[in-house]
């Protein structure tokens, strides 16, 4: 069992910046990929951003050029910038151990004016 804590939501006006964190409770170089997901209001959950090594990264064209995906030692992070109100959603950190998916509880993230 894997528990996942995200941190760093919030609200932000248009062009703004936050910075999530997730906390794994194993040491994060045991998982197979890790990364984030998110759920906008009314859709489905999607993956936005993952990594296998922590070196090299894919990110969905939507925020491609504006999050940036990065980890450490113990935690994974996701840089945001110039969000937009597209980018409204609950933020997921997600790990892949043992051939099963481990998401968070949820961080929520609002742009709006």
């Known amino acids: 069992q894997v528990q996942l804590v995200e941190s760093g939501g919030g609200s932000v006006q248009p062009g703004g910046s936050l910075r999530l964190s997730c906390a794994p409770s194993?040491?994060?170089?045991?998982?197979?990929?890790t990364g984030w997901y998110r759920q906008p209001p009314g859709k489905e959950r999607e993956l936005i951003a993952s990594?296998?090594?922590?070196?090299t990264a894919w990110y969905d064209g939507g925020v491609k050029g504006r999050f940036i995906l990065s980890r450490d030692n113990a935690n994974l992070y996701l840089q945001m910038n110039n969000l937009k109100p597209d980018d409204t959603a609950m933020y997921y950190c997600?790990?892949?151990?043992?051939?099963?998916?481990?998401w968070g509880q949820g961080t929520q993230v609002t742009v709006s004016l």
């Open positions: 990594t296998a090594d922590g070196s």
């Open positions: 194993l040491s994060i170089f045991r998982f197979a990929l």
């Open positions: 997600y790990v892949a151990f043992n051939g099963n998916p481990y």
